[in-house]
Nanobody, 114 residues
Framework: VQFVESGGGLVQPGGSLRLSCTASGIPFSISSMAWHRQAPGKQRELVATITGRSNNYADSVKGRFTISRDNAKNTVYLQMNSLKPEDTALYYC??????????WGKGTLVTVSS
């Protein structure tokens, strides 16, 4: 299994970013996928999940973030709008139930600052 995240960067508060994650080594089209994030000094948290039937979001990002997928490209996306400084974190894609002991990609860093 491999996840390669990209699209992070430095953005001002209120700005937008679109993250991408390409997966390999898994049956992507039938897998539920998720975006997780880890802010400095904090535990990793689940941000958004996408299944075959629904999308779900953490309360802190609901209405601002949108998760989507392209099964033909084995890629999951996270569109992030109205970014806040508290969204600053390393963002990872993985399965929704992934644990710390499981495989994780390198992540992509999102920094929201003026």
């Amino acid at each position: 299994v491999q996840f390669v995240e990209s699209g992070g960067g430095l953005v001002q508060p209120g700005g937008s970013l679109r993250l991408s994650c390409t997966a390999s080594g898994i049956p992507f089209s039938i897998s539920s996928m998720a975006w997780h994030r880890q802010a400095p000094g904090k535990q990793r948290e689940l941000v958004a999940t996408i299944t075959g039937r629904s999308n779900n979001y953490a309360d802190s990002v609901k209405g601002r973030f949108t998760i989507s997928r392209d099964n033909a490209k084995n890629t999951v996306y996270l569109q992030m709008n109205s970014l806040k400084p508290e969204d600053t974190a390393l963002y990872y894609c993985n399965f929704p139930a992934a644990r710390d002991m499981d495989y994780w990609g390198k992540g992509t860093l999102v920094t929201v600052s003026s």
